[in-house]
């Protein structure tokens, strides 16, 4: 069965802090691991698709890395408007399976 | 906003009652997909329809859900006889039609489904 790991559950930082987020799966044919933030009330937004062992894609303070096993989502110099549930989904065949996200707080 | 538009946004419901989300997608996306998410619990697929057709509704529970995507108009997801544990958030998300790599799901902001 498909499964998505995601830790820690929720992280503090400081601003300025950096600090990574791991997404761990098991999937049988992996056709692409998203990367989602959701804010409170609102649905998920894209960030990211990795689609193989050891490609990275960034975007402004965030970076997405792929092995074969996990993802990390790695932050820099995070900003209090960062804070936000990060969320990882694993695509086999049409659907996604989502892990549980980790919740991310960054103190001015 | 060319995003995709669920509706409504809140729904009260009492035990019983019939209730009926609707998910307008991305425009130019033929490919629609719900997810359930409830409190502390990731978000579970529950269906994936294309225009028509339901390709996909391994995480729809066997009774009283069901969902439709016609030739014209929003996608529906219909919960009969709604019950307590239905309460959560229902997203829709739409993707285009496959072209090179999968194309990445866009999600709505939801509705908010209580029930009484």
């Known amino acids: 069965e498909d499964q998505v790991t995601q830790s820690p559950e929720a992280l503090r930082l400081q601003e300025g802090e950096s600090s990574s987020l791991n997404c761990s799966y098991t999937?049988?044919?992996?056709?692409?691991l998203f990367w989602y933030r959701q804010d409170p009330g609102k649905g998920p937004e894209f960030l990211f698709t990795?689609?193989?062992a050891g490609e990275e894609k960034e975007k402004e303070r965030l970076k997405a890395t792929l092995t074969k096993k996990e993802s990390f989502l790695h932050i820099t110099a995070p900003k209090p408007e960062d804070s936000a549930t990060y969320l990882c989904?694993?695509?086999?065949?049409?659907?996604?399976?989502f892990g549980k996200g980790t919740k991310l707080t960054v103190n001015p | 906003n060319a995003g995709v538009m669920q509706n409504p946004r809140h729904l009260v419901r009492r035990r019983g009652q019939e209730a009926r989300l609707r998910c307008s997608p991305m425009k130019g996306h033929s490919h629609v997909y719900w997810y359930r998410q409830l409190p502390e619990e990731g978000l579970k697929f529950m269906v994936y329809l294309q225009k028509e057709n339901i390709i996909d509704e391994s995480g729809m529970p066997k009774e009283r859900f069901s969902a439709e995507f016609p030739k014209e108009g929003p996608s529906i997801l219909r919960i009969q006889q709604v019950v307590r544990g239905d309460s959560a958030a229902y997203f829709c998300?739409?993707?285009?039609?496959?072209?090179?790599?999968?194309?990445?799901?866009?999600f709505g902001d939801g509705t908010r489904l209580s029930i009484l």
């Open positions: 999937v049988s044919g992996l056709r692409g």
């Open positions: 998300a739409s993707s285009p039609s496959r072209g090179k790599g999968n194309q990445p799901q866009h």
């Open positions: 989904a694993v695509q086999a065949v049409e659907k996604l399976v």
């Open positions: 990795l689609y193989s």
